[in-house]
């Protein structure tokens, strides 16, 4: 075979996914290479073409009258030809010479388009030429030396929304960016100087479309440089996958860093939590007691920051439970009023502190965040930044028709977000919910903010309103359902100013020698009787020896050597009715279904305040210390 032809897959790269049948020879009609979708037509490899000389031969290429391919692929230049291949239709086959520098035929291309798509009925003359021409999916273009239009295909056309007469005569880059000089880094450009095929990605900001550009060297007879074929395949849509494909590897990072952070979080929260917890009881009233009682508070809010992070990150199924909505606002907005610049005023007007909604608290927490962010950039360059943060009680009587949404009849509280910023116009407005779909500037956004929030609220039966013009600021309104009932008093739960106390002998198990002395010392103060290893294997062996001095097992789950599952599933092995305990601050492995499989009576998670704790070691050795009799 004659390789004389160098550069095959550039050819057939710059039509990779097109609609056509495309192959290469060399100008001894040796075959040189396919697409996959003439491959897959003809149930045949490359390889095996390749390796075949008689390779016209095949039935594929039998001509409609059952006759041989008459002669080769260069001498078919510029003239139509049909094949049929069993019963799997008619082609219409044009080629296309492949020259090189000097006019020299280096090979040709052949193309081809089902007759069956096109509703071909005569296959003589130019018509045939233009029909597969425009059969093509992909922008076609052929340019002088100067980039002006000569002739494009009907795909041009329809994905720049112009007529031939249009596009014609006029520039490239006029067409493709609505300006009067070349796109940077334009393979056409270096054709025009090399003579040679080159390739590059493009992205119009104007058509807000990203093209795989592909430039080709057209020449004379006499061999002198004539113009370029320019193939332009629209990648947008690929491109936009390969985004959310490299957000859910950053997520899936993110969510793994997490959990190492709230691990080691959470033990220093235990500490902090379980001490303080240790110092109240033992202060009593007074100011030191107030002291105590912020720092548990603020221990308390930053053990929930944390399972926020953990769930977001996670990407996990949304647990839904009845919620009181405004407390879960107030305290996004304290973490976003720590993280908005301080020029920006925020208005809390709250007019329903106690009504009730069925959902995500974290889910909430990202609602208002999406928003309030989304506010924050369309107020960036406003001398005078206001945000509004509202929630409201509503009845809906007749149903409201949104952009998107329509709210039926029925009661909602509603979550309202307003701004004084730039607002949107109709165009913008009408696809601020389609997912990508974005005003930011490029790394100042995914368009994801409003999508992501539609996809909440509407999973919740409820819906979302955008009022906005430009100039005059956006309102977004979020309606939740209402789940409670009209003048129902809130159940207010009530804290146990003393924990649960008991006796029983508990073996206590924590690789962090402080936390398993801070649970030693919340274990004594509750009446216990401790022993404390901070290797799990240390604690088996001395489980092995003296079984029957020990009530309970009180392990940590993430420790070398073996993790405290492993642990109690091997002292259940001893002992089977021994109750035994779980906790960790973060576990993909552990759930409450493989705890309660492997015999454990419950899984606690960290960090445990003392009430939590006495509770849980109490309901433990309750059925323990009945059969004792105790």
């Not at 100087?193 to 990203?210: D, K, Q, V």
């Not at 369309?378 to 509503?394: G, K, Q, T, Y």
């Not at 103060?525 to 092995?544: D, H, K, N, P, Q």
Request: glycine letters at 10%.
């Amino acid at each position: 075979m004659h390789t004389v032809f160098s550069d095959i897959t550039g050819y057939l790269s710059a039509f990779i996914g097109s609609s056509s049948y495309l192959y290469v020879v060399d100008s001894d009609d040796c075959f040189l290479g396919a697409n996959d979708l003439f491959a897959d037509f003809f149930s045949v490899t490359v390889t095996e073409l390749q390796a075949d000389p008689d390779w016209r031969g095949r039935p594929e290429w039998r001509i409609v009258d059952g006759g041989p391919w008459p002669e080769s692929a260069a001498g078919l230049v510029r003239r139509p030809l049909v094949t049929e291949s069993g019963g799997r239709g008619r082609i219409l086959w044009q080629h296309l010479p492949l020259a090189d520098a000097h006019g020299s035929l280096n090979g040709v291309l052949g193309v081809g388009v089902d007759l069956g798509l096109v509703n071909a009925v005569d296959v003589d003359g130019e018509n045939q030429w233009e029909m597969t021409f425009n059969a093509i999916s992909d922008i076609i273009t052929i340019q002088d030396e100067d980039m002006r239009i000569l002739r494009c295909n009907r795909a041009a056309c329809e994905q720049l929304g112009l007529s031939h007469e249009d596009i014609v005569g006029r520039h490239c880059f006029e067409i493709f960016r609505g300006l009067d000089t070349p796109c940077p880094m334009c393979p056409e450009i270096k054709t025009i100087r090399t003579h040679a095929p080159h390739f590059g990605e493009i992205e119009h900001a104007n058509l807000r479309r990203r093209y795989l550009v592909s430039s080709f060297p057209i020449f004379k007879g006499s061999g002198e440089f004539a113009g370029i074929i320019h193939v332009a395949r629209d990648i947008t849509a690929q491109k936009s996958l390969e985004s959310q494909l490299r957000q859910a590897q950053k997520m899936e990072a993110i969510g793994t860093l997490a959990g190492g952070i709230a691990h080691d979080f959470n033990n220093i929260l235990g500490a902090i939590l379980g001490y303080a917890d240790l110092a109240m009881l033992e202060v009593g009233d007074g100011p030191m007691r107030e002291n105590l009682e912020e720092i548990r508070t603020a221990g308390l809010r930053a053990k929930d920051l944390v399972a926020q992070i953990l769930s977001f990150s996670r990407q996990g199924e949304s647990v839904r439970k009845p919620l009181i909505l405004v407390p879960v606002i107030k305290e996004t907005l304290k973490l976003l009023r720590a993280t908005l610049p301080s020029t920006i005023t925020i208005t809390q007007d709250i007019s329903c502190e106690n009504g009730r909604i069925m959902a995500d608290p974290t889910q909430i927490h990202q609602v208002l965040m999406n928003l309030c962010t989304n506010a924050y950039h369309a107020m960036r360059d406003h001398r005078d930044p206001r945000l509004i943060v509202a929630v409201s009680a509503e009845t809906i009587e007749e149903p409201l028709v949104g952009i998107i949404d329509t709210i039926a009849i029925g009661r909602y509280l509603v979550l309202t977000v307003a701004d004084n910023g730039i607002g949107m116009d109709e165009y913008v407005l009408e696809r601020a919910f389609e997912p990508f779909y974005t005003t930011k500037s490029k790394g100042e956004g995914t368009g994801m903010g409003l999508s992501v929030v539609h996809g909440i609220i509407n999973t919740y039966g409820g819906g979302v309103v955008v009022e906005s013009a430009p100039g005059a600021g956006t309102t977004v309104k979020v309606y939740f359902p209402r789940i409670d009932q009209p003048g129902e008093a809130e159940a207010v739960e009530k804290v146990a100013t003393m924990p649960a106390r008991g006796g029983g002998r508990v073996l206590l198990v924590d690789d962090e020698d402080s936390l398993a002395q801070m649970g030693k010392r919340m274990l004594d103060y509750l009446g216990y009787e401790v022993t404390v290893r901070t290797s799990s294997v240390e604690a088996l062996e001395l489980f092995r020896s003296r079984s029957a001095d020990f009530d309970l097992l009180l392990t940590d789950q993430t420790m070398p050597n073996m993790t405290g599952l492993e642990l109690c599933r091997r002292i259940l092995e001893i002992r089977p009715e021994m109750p035994a305990l779980i906790c960790t601050g973060f576990s993909e492995v552990l759930t409450d279904e493989i705890v309660a499989k492997a015999g454990i009576r419950k899984l606690l998670m960290k960090p445990l305040a003392i009430h939590d704790l006495g509770d849980a070691v109490a309901a433990a050795l309750e059925p323990v210390n009945k059969m004792a009799g105790k």
